[in-house]
């Protein structure tokens, strides 16, 4: 998405052991227009599938699923990574490793939001080693709905997560591929 | 707003302690369409302030920030909750007590995405005894932002946060206020 690629190379920054910094339009502030457009995109790479339902995760995909779920006229609902008092008990859980924190967390959605047969579609803002990912399929599978396919916004295209997903046979649409930072320029497969 | 107290009657729920659920249409499962609806009404109740930006606060926040930042046209800035490796250390931080939870935790904003002068809406879920509103006002005080007013889906009127904020002078815009609830019944003030 030519858009989106431009937007990374003007507003993106490396930060220390390469990290692509998007924070200017993604994920602290947001540029609502350019969300609109990955939102039509990602329609347009789906359009042949029926999609019931947007299922991320918090914090950084739900505006980015949000905007989306406009264009497929479904309902969002968003895995929570922290223990909620005022959460169901009722819940599908797995258990992610983050890389940039270092430790496991569980993710949940309450069972209720998700039916068995529902075609889901999975959206998020960065996929790395897709472990954030292998989590929510594990939640789909648990409750016995259809994953349709993974959209992404950004994809480090030089880590595994994106070839273990296709290896698994999940369409993955991510909307720009970046390779690993060489001399700290940012570079696109 | 009639369409949102309806929907609150119609599938909000009463817990333990008297806690009102929302989870199956505005912070577990979003229902983007009602979302959409809520963005024009504070669009509306707005409509006369000059708005730069929206600030809001991770997680429930976001969804709402962002459907209603398309009708004012501006960008969305979430404060962030958690500690992350990536984030900025150049922030505004600000320390809020969290009643649900029992305990202080830190809110931290970018300085790079607050500008001095900017005109600033402030947008949650629920207002109850307004400790999460004091502490973002607090970091665009920091900040030296102009407070354009608070936009709130479901204010708590029988908790003091309402009657802080105006107090204080704030324009406080609730789409839902509901009363303490009597014999499990929600009411609306």
Redesign the interface.
């Known amino acids: 998405m030519e858009l989106l690629k431009q937007r990374i190379l003007k507003d993106g920054t490396l930060?220390d052991g390469n990290?692509l910094?998007v924070?200017?339009f993604l994920n602290?502030?947001?540029?609502?227009?350019l969300?609109?457009e990955i939102g039509k995109e990602f329609k347009r790479r789906f359009s042949m599938e029926k999609v019931d339902k947007i299922l991320t995760i918090?914090?950084s995909g739900?505006?980015i699923a949000?905007?989306t779920?406009?264009y497929f006229?479904?309902?969002?609902?968003?895995a929570?990574k922290?223990d909620?008092?005022?959460?169901?008990r009722d819940v599908y859980e797995a258990s992610v490793y983050s890389y940039?924190?270092d430790k496991n967390y569980n993710i949940r959605?309450?069972k209720?939001?998700l039916n068995r047969g529902e075609n889901i579609l999975l959206i998020d803002d960065f996929l790395a080693r897709g472990k954030a990912m292998e989590g929510l399929i594990d939640i789909l599978n648990q409750g016995k709905c259809n994953l349709i396919g993974v959209g992404i916004v950004i994809e480090k295209g030089f880590q595994e997560g994106g070839k273990l997903l296709r290896e698994m046979g999940v369409k993955v649409e991510s909307l720009a591929i970046i390779d690993n930072p060489v001399d700290g320029k940012i570079i696109f497969k």
Do not use: Y
């Open positions: 930060e990290i910094k924070d200017s602290h502030q947001i540029d609502i227009g969300l609109n918090e914090t739900i505006a949000s905007i779920a406009q006229n479904v309902p969002v609902v968003f929570r922290t909620s008092k005022i959460m169901d940039t924190k959605v309450s209720q939001f």
